[in-house]
């Protein structure tokens, strides 16, 4: 059974930095294209950042390619979402998403595994 498991969210000050981790079991990690996303409260859940598990390539929503960097560890089964200069309209629950392809997608129906979030609050 695949899992993902999240963790690192928290409370943090704008300006902030914060790192976010996932764990995956019972997959192929390292063909597999990873995702981030978030869903503010009363809101869609929202696209942020891809890794495609083909060569790695990244994607990034525009709000945050310049503030996050979606790295992974194949040896370790496990993305990360690096988030620099946090600002409180980041504030949300972040999830990781896992598909069964090497390639990546900005749409959450292209993810078939889902982790069960990881809050992060920013304050000004």
């Known amino acids: 059974q695949v899992q993902l498991v999240e963790s690192g969210g928290g409370l943090v000050q704008a300006g902030d930095s914060l790192r976010l981790s996932c764990l995956v079991s019972?997959?192929?990690?390292?063909?597999?294209?990873m995702g981030w996303f978030r869903q503010a409260s009363g809101k869609k859940r929202e696209f942020e950042a891809a890794?495609?598990?083909?060569?790695?390539?990244?994607d990034y929503a525009d709000t945050v390619k310049d503030r996050f960097i979606i790295s992974r560890d194949n040896a370790k089964n496990t993305v990360y979402l690096q988030m620099n200069s946090l600002k409180p309209e980041d504030t949300a629950t972040y999830y990781c998403?896992?598909?069964?392809?090497?390639?990546?997608?900005?749409?959450?129906?292209?993810?078939?595994?889902w982790g069960q979030g990881t809050q992060v609050t920013v304050s000004s």
């Open positions: 998403a896992a598909a069964d392809d090497e390639y990546d997608s900005r749409f959450e129906q292209w993810y078939e595994y």
């Open positions: 019972a997959l192929q990690f390292s063909s597999s294209a």
């Open positions: 890794s495609s598990g083909k060569n790695e390539a990244t």
